[in-house]
């Protein structure tokens, strides 16, 4: 599958209808907003999600959607689009999450624009979490301030290294002396929670290197930290530079070392892991929005290429951002195309999922088979029964994916 494609699937209905089935039980185990904003400045050479710079878009830059002084009013109107599919139904939204791309290419008013229009539309939950990403070079202490009187309570910032050769590497603009203050801003700001992520395994970062990218993350007293290996995606720049063999591929056991290293470091600052790529200061830094996807729970993707849950319903937009705005304009969904899962396939992506989890996985969902295959991946020191559930060790979450194969055969 090439960068950002999208999967097939069945049609999405042209009013985007849902049916019965996926509506009877909305929001029972939370439901959420994902906004996506498709803009970046510049392209990082690993990233293969649905992203434009103003070069790529070219003189779709001006059309409505495509462009960014136009982009809120397409997401606001398919926020409203929202509100008549799920129909009347009282489902207050638990979280909201601003992702891209850089989200905050976009004005304040424009990002609290939109959460008005969810606000509006479904009413927030009294204690919502609103997160926005944000780059460290892409905001300014007003910037911070204006987002936090929109409604916002997290900022994510994409550290991602300390190391200024690490950083170039991976295509990055961002002075890493600037993420202490950017984080500084943030608390200014009245942000209750702050996020750092952190990307190990680039070619040509040492182990010391990851180190001081930690330490200095930890520096700037985050409440939650995301730390994932670098995967090199097929039909991206970074891909094609490992192909010409200008950088390696990133060392299984290299990635291993540094992941426990994150870990000991983290956790000897007082950090927990809560799932496998993320560690908070305390139960209430947890990223809930993504504790909704893990848990199976319900949101609506909104923007060019985003994707949905409801009900065991999954869909998934157009790509482009004119594409996406032009139907929006015609009145009919943005939906490229769904499906809907059947029983077998939601409890296969909730071992996938839950497993991940320091809450670890209900031993019932296991089918036979699966069942029997947990004490011997218990002796093999891979996961913990811990009152009928299943916790992956640390050595375990090293080998999540050969773990999940056992337990699903």
């Not at 002075?175 to 500084?184: K, Q, S």
């Not at 680039?202 to 730390?227: F, I, K, N, Q, Y």
């Not at 950090?271 to 305390?282: G, K, L, P, T």
């Not at 996961?383 to 050969?402: E, F, K, M, P, S």
């Amino acid at each position: 599958m090439p960068p950002s494609a999208l999967p097939s699937g069945e049609p999405v209905p042209e009013d985007g209808s849902l049916p019965e089935s996926a509506l009877a039980h909305l929001g029972e185990r939370g439901f959420g907003f994902y906004v996506h904003v498709p803009f970046c400045t510049v392209r990082c050479g690993y990233c293969d999600f649905n992203t434009y710079t103003a070069e790529e878009l070219g003189p779709a830059g001006g059309a409505p959607g495509a462009s960014r002084t136009t982009y809120a009013e397409a997401a606001i109107e398919e926020v409203r689009r929202a509100r008549r599919v799920l129909g009347a139904a009282d489902v207050p939204v638990r979280t909201v999450f601003f992702g891209g791309g850089t989200p905050t290419l976009l004005s304040p008013a424009d990002l609290g624009a939109v959460v008005a229009a969810i606000a509006g539309e479904f009413g927030l939950a009294d204690d919502a979490e609103v997160t926005t990403e944000a780059n460290p070079d892409s905001v300014a202490l007003w910037d911070l301030e204006a987002l936090r009187a929109a409604g916002f309570t997290r900022v994510s910032f994409g550290m991602q290294s300390a190391v200024d050769h690490v950083l170039r590497v991976l295509d990055r603009t961002h002075d890493p002396l600037r993420v202490p203050a950017v984080v500084d801003w943030a608390r200014q700001a009245g942000f209750e929670q702050v996020s750092l992520d952190l990307i190990y395994g680039t070619p040509g970062e040492s182990r010391a290197d990851w180190a001081t990218s930690v330490e200095a993350a930890l520096a700037c007293h985050p409440d939650h930290v995301s730390a994932y290996s670098l995967i090199v995606e097929d039909g991206t720049a970074l891909a094609r530079r490992v192909k010409r063999g200008e950088l390696p591929m990133p060392d299984e056991d290299d990635l291993a070392d540094k992941y426990v290293l994150v870990d000991d470091r983290l956790a000897a600052a007082g950090m927990e892991w809560y799932e496998v790529s993320n560690w908070a200061r305390d139960e209430e830094s947890r990223c809930r929005h993504n504790l909704l996807y893990w848990t199976g729970g319900d949101w609506w993707g909104v923007g060019p290429g985003a994707h949905s849950h409801v009900g065991g319903v999954r869909w998934w937009n157009v790509k482009h951002p004119a594409a996406y705005a032009d139907r929006l304009a015609a009145g009919v969904s943005p939906g490229h195309g769904r499906e809907v899962l059947d029983d077998e396939s939601r409890r296969v992506e909730r071992v996938l999922l839950e497993l991940r989890l320091r809450d670890g996985l209900s031993i019932e969902v296991l089918d036979p088979d699966g069942r029997a295959a947990v004490a011997d991946l218990a002796e093999r020191g891979l996961l913990l029964v811990q009152q009928g559930r299943l916790v992956l060790t640390r050595h375990g979450r090293l080998l999540a994916d050969a773990v999940v194969r056992d337990l699903l055969p």
